[in-house]
């Protein structure tokens, strides 16, 4: 059974950075997407970014040129850099795995989750 334990999450003052990982375990890594989604207090969770098996990357617009996902297949992990941090990006987020091999924004399309981590970004 896949396992997903994120961790980096803090609170952190608007501007700053912070660094969120993400450790797979109990399947075989190289062959998943993942996927980073986030879920504010009152929001449904909406999509981030995702990386695929062969490194093609996603992000959705509000975080283009401020977060970047990379995966390190030899250490079964996916990490989501995120810099210049604003008010808005206050969330709970979440790592996903989708055994499927492709990086897409649906929710329903991602097998397994973590159990997400605080983001909090105080102005």
């Known amino acids: 059974q896949v396992q997903l334990v994120e961790s980096g999450g803090g609170l952190v003052q608007a501007g700053d950075s912070l660094r969120l990982s993400c450790a797979f375990s109990?399947?075989?890594?190289?062959?998943?997407?993942m996927g980073w989604f986030r879920q504010a207090p009152g929001k449904e969770r909406e999509y981030v970014a995702a990386v695929s098996p062969s490194g093609y990357i996603s992000y959705t617009d509000s975080v283009k040129g401020r977060f970047t996902v990379s995966r390190d297949n030899g250490k079964t992990t996916v990490v989501l850099q995120m810099n210049s941090l604003k008010p808005e990006d206050t969330a709970i987020y979440y790592c996903?795995?989708?055994?499927?091999?492709?990086?897409?924004?649906?929710?329903?399309?991602?097998?397994?989750w973590g159990q997400g981590t605080q983001v909090t970004v105080s102005s």
């Open positions: 109990g399947g075989t890594f190289s062959d998943y997407s």
């Open positions: 996903a795995a989708d055994r499927a091999g492709y990086v897409t924004r649906r929710l329903d399309t991602y097998d397994y």
